[in-house]
């Protein structure tokens, strides 16, 4: 089945990766940029000023979707920030800036995506919210502190609003994998296509999310919360 799908932060990485999967497997895809630097060559991929910090520029591009496609089947916030001072400072130290602007894209971005858009994905239509292994609390390291936090954060909201909106569409957090991208490089076990294949999967209905699950990797496995 030929599916209309929302990806948010398709800039680079997973993103990048995962919207151009999806329109090869003959999918209709508007994937929102944070700087609109580019445009598409295929007429089912479809580029769109996105940046999550900005509140009216999520509500135009979901009016856009709307007028255009009507309903959709799925959306998909995948962006996400890592700041190079998150690598090297502690909790300690760190900027305050620093860590607000975390949790600002990581976390309160998803809930600017899906308050925009939830009015226009379909009944029992799909969002993903992509988080990270890093968001739970089985992880006790101090490596990343304010991404660590801001995907919590974001697996929170997630668990918020899948009981906000009840059984009208599923909710999900999914942890991608440690990937080879600009953000994963240093630790990545794979390289983003293998997590992008397991999300089509996941959007496409061949993996199904058991029902009382919400926070799992992209092969559709719980992750520990
Ligand atoms: N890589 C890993 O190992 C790993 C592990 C666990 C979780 N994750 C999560 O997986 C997701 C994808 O990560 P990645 O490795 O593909 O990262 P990446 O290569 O650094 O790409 C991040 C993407 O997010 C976009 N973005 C950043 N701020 C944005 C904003 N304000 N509005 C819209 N888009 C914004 C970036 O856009 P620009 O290109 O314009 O900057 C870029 O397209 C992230 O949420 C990340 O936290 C990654």
Redesign the pocket.
Known sequence: MQMKIVI?????????VLSKMLAERGHTVIA????PDRTSDRDNLIYLP????KESEIHDAAEWVKERFGEIDAVVD?????LSSDRTETLLTESLEDIREQI???AL?IITVFREFLPVIKTDGMFIG?????GSFANEGSLFPA?GIS?TTANKIVQTMRVTVGDRIGVYAI??????????RT??QIE?EEAAMGFCDIIEGNIKIKKDQWFVDYHGKPMPL
């Open positions: 948010v932060g398709a800039g680079r990485g997973l993103g990048s929102g940029l944070r700087v996105m940046d999550v910090t995948v962006a996400g920030v890592l600002e894209v990581n971005g992509v988080t990270s292994e890093g991404y995907k942890h991608p994998g440690r990937m080879n991208t600009d953000m994963g630790t990545a983003p």
